[in-house]
């Protein structure tokens, strides 16, 4: 066996015993607004989505969509998902922004004990009856934006510019910048990108433990190492288009990394009050959510035909390890999907080149995938530059040709 797909095997063992034992993601790390703006979500959409931390089917429930079905192969996630709609349902708007929005509470237990438990599945109050103190505020993650295994490396690398490479004050400037224009200033002056770049960051981003604690298989690292720098190379583009691209002062994906909470005008759209009163009124029913793959939940046929998909980075899981898997993964998409259907998804890489040896039976006969879509490159890729995340190498919309 060569040595590459030696290295590939043992990195997608370790990320699945990472994947399969702990929760991996508190908040999902896809911009919702440029979902919402591909997707164009109507009154008789039903919506398809991958959970991840679950902040996102609730931003989808705020849209005109009729159903959100958010399904995760991984329990935890699930679990997380079950928290947060307890959570709104029982609480009040303060208590639950104290444990999304600051990420923590002195009264955590108390609200667990009295509001959210009973309203959860056996397995999600197994599961948080052991993971409480996420919202303690206690130990050196000291907020719930720093949990699961993601955010014990955001916390690391936060750490390490913040207290060893001496860029506090630096990227405290940057956060305060009342314009993107002299934050780009101030990102030059303080030269961040020299700065960080040392050894230390190298030799930190080369281990395949630290990528699988992140949530990337050694199929979605063969992705990133298509651009130039390798692993090293993507993440200081990441960390340079999100302090160059996008105001940090209204950016709640990096302000959660960075200072660890949100802040009422810079925080996730479902913890606002008044869409916090629209959930309550009615639109958390319009949520379904289980744990399965995305294969398993279509060809159970629990919900209606879906109209639109959103399915993550999750290709690059499958695209470069299990092609037989993503193929039926499609045939289902295609067996479930409503005459029109739009799917979403995004990589780490500027090509998604394994589409093009994917081939989906239809029909009974095999076809190539490429040629059953109508991608919407335009679009894709002016949305793809107002992304918030800035860490994705590209972001794709396509249309089903479901009729044959």
């Known amino acids: 066996m060569p040595r590459v797909e030696r290295q590939l095997r043992a990195h997608s063992r370790m990320f699945s015993a990472v994947h399969s034992h702990h929760l991996v993601y508190v908040t999902c790390w896809e911009d919702p607004a440029v979902d919402r703006a591909a997707l164009d979500l109507m009154s008789d959409d039903h919506v398809l989505t991958i959970t991840s931390g679950g902040c996102n089917a609730l931003d989808l429930l705020l849209t005109a969509a009729r159903t959100v079905s958010a399904v995760d192969i991984n329990p935890m996630q699930t679990a997380l998902m079950e928290f947060r709609v307890a959570a709104i349902r029982g609480l009040d708007d303060a208590a639950v922004f104290a444990l999304f929005g ?67 004050p630096a990227i405290e400037e940057l956060i305060a910048a009342p314009t993107l224009e002299e934050q780009r200033e101030l990102y030059r002056q303080h030269q961040i990108r020299e700065r960080f770049m040392t050894p230390v960051l190298r030799w930190l981003l080369s281990r395949d433990m630290l ?72 639109l958390l029913d319009k949520l379904h959510f289980e744990t399965a793959s995305i294969t398993k939940f279509l060809l159970s046929g629990k919900s209606p035909a879906i109209s639109k998909f959103i399915l993550l980075d999750h290709m690059d899981w499958l695209g470069n390890h299990d092609l037989a898997e993503l193929s039926e993964e499609w045939g289902a998409i295609f067996n479930r999907a409503k ?39 335009e679009l894709a890729t002016r949305l793809h530059a107002t992304d918030r995340t800035c860490i994705y190498g590209s972001f794709h919309i396509a249309d089903l040709h479901t009729e044959h």
């Open 102 to 168: 600051a990420g923590h509470s002195t009264r955590a237990a108390e609200m667990y004990r009295d509001v959210i438990r009973d309203a959860l599945s056996p397995s999600a109050r197994r599961y948080w009856d052991r993971h409480l103190d996420y919202f303690s505020g206690r130990g050196w993650r000291n907020s719930f934006l720093y949990r699961g295994s993601a955010g014990v490396v955001h916390k690391v690398l936060r750490d390490y510019a913040f207290q060893v490479r001496g860029l506090a």
């Open 211 to 282: 990528l699988a604690l992140l949530g990337i298989p050694g199929s979605q690292r063969r992705e990133m190492e298509q651009n130039r720098g390798g692993t090293v190379g993507y993440a200081l583009d990441v960390i340079e288009a999100a302090f160059t691209r996008v105001h940090l002062r209204t950016n709640y994906f990096w302000r959660g990394v960075l200072e660890g909470h949100y802040s009422p005008d810079c925080c996730p759209e479902y913890l606002k009050p008044e869409n916090l009163e629209r959930l309550r009124g009615g």
């Open 339 to 377: 005459p029109g259907a739009r799917v979403i998804f995004r990589s780490a890489g500027h090509e998604v080149s394994y589409l093009q040896a994917l081939q989906v039976r239809i029909a009974g006969r095999n076809r190539p995938l490429t040629s059953l879509l109508t991608f919407e490159r």
